[in-house]
Structures are given as C-alpha cells and as structure tokens.
C-alpha cells in the first residue's frame, strides 16, 4: 500500500475492549472513531455475544474499511485488531500489525479502560480489582512498551487516558480510581524519559 506522508498514523486502543489503527487526515481522526462508537453500541452482535464472541468476530476484519466509507475521509485507512490489553502477546501483536501495515507511530491514544462494579471496598472482589487493574494499568504499561519504540524517529505524541477520578476519588469505585491515578504516575515518569526522543505524554481527564 502506498501511503500519503503527509497523513499522521495514529494508534487507538478503545476503550472496553479492543485495539484500533487510525490512518487518517488530522481533522478526521475523531470522526472515523465517532463512527465507531456508533456502529458498536447499535451492533445487533454487541447485544447478543459475549465479550470473547465479541471481540473475536470475523466481522472485525472488514469493519475499518465500512467505517472509512462512512466518513468523509477518502485518504484514510482504517486497520481494527481486536485485543486483550492486559495480554503481552495480544498488545504486542496489535502494535506490530500497526507497524506491519503502516509503518512508524506518529501518535497513540492508550485509551482502553474498564470501570469495574461499583461497590464500596469491603464488599469489592479482588477479582473485580485485580481485572480493572489488569487492563487500565497494565493495559497501558504495555501499550507504552511496545508503541515506543515504534515511533517515528521525529518523535511524536502519546496521550492516556486518565479521569477526573484518578485526581479526586470517588466512592465505590477503588479500583477504577486506583487506576487512574496510577496511570498518572505512568505518563509523568513516560515524560522524563521520552523528552530527548521528542515524544509529548500527556494525560487526559474526562469526567
């Protein structure tokens, strides 16, 4: 495939499940993944199969390009890999099949996170926190470890995903804020490490 150097190759995990590849004009990136979100919570498949179901679905494997149709993004191309962000083997692969298709990083967006039941931290299972700490900070620790050094060697941007919570706390919700303020520590210590290579970490706190 040959590629347009003036679009930025942008790297996407999506939140709650999942890992996405955005190849798009600068002004599209949130339109294709808009587009996403609505083909997913309307998906006739998200209500009837299980997550793995879900997540392993062959239907995947043409979806970026539908979704590429949909917008007004004719240049772009849209590369979806399905992942557990807590696997190494799975966030390994989804990166290197980024790198395979479209060559060096310009951005990624770690952004995959789940929240966990609310539940007041007695009565919380530590198998319920042990798998929101999994995904949201593991998931990001090796987002980070594998997407670095794939960047391009002019630098660029990683953006994670943090919440209002991870700054404030919130009741019933240990794990999830635990997370968040981890992945905050995560980002502070990528940017002191990341500065000479001219890679930007930055977080954000929607909430």
């Known amino acids: 495939m040959k590629l347009n150097k003036n679009l930025r190759r942008v790297v996407v995990t999506?939140?709650?499940i999942g890992a996405g590849f955005v190849y798009g004009k600068q002004?599209?990136?949130q339109e294709?993944?808009?587009?996403w979100e609505d083909r997913w919570f309307s998906s006739e498949w998200y209500d009837t199969k299980t997550i793995e179901e879900f997540l392993y679905d062959t239907q995947w494997e043409n979806l970026g390009e539908?979704?590429?149709?949909?917008?007004?993004?004719?240049?772009?191309?849209?590369?979806?890999?399905a992942a557990d962000v807590?696997?190494?083997?799975?966030?390994s692969a989804y990166i290197d099949a980024s790198v395979e298709n479209h060559g060096p990083i310009d951005c990624f967006h770690n952004n995959a996170a789940i929240e966990g039941p609310v539940s007041f931290i007695e009565e919380h299972s530590v198998e319920d926190f042990d798998r929101v700490v999994a995904v949201n900070i593991r998931g990001v620790w090796l987002g980070l470890k594998f997407a670095i050094p794939n960047f391009a060697s002019k630098g660029g941007s990683i953006v994670i995903t943090s919440s209002v919570a991870g700054?404030?706390?919130?009741?019933?919700?240990?794990?999830?804020?635990?997370?968040?303020?981890?992945?905050?520590?995560?980002?502070?210590?990528?940017?002191?490490?990341l500065a000479e290579r001219n890679i930007r970490?930055?977080?954000v706190h929607p909430g």
Do not use: D, W
């Open 86 to 91: 807590s696997e190494v083997s799975e966030v």
């Open 66 to 81: 539908e979704l590429r149709a949909e917008t007004s993004i004719s240049e772009a191309h849209i590369f979806l890999k």
């Open 32 to 35: 294709i993944l808009n587009r």
């Open 167 to 193: 700054t404030i706390g919130s009741p019933g919700q240990s794990a999830y804020v635990t997370s968040k303020t981890a992945v905050i520590g995560i980002m502070r210590t990528a940017c002191l490490e």
């Open 14 to 16: 999506l939140a709650l």
């Open 27 to 29: 002004t599209g990136e």
């Open 201 to 203: 970490v930055n977080t």
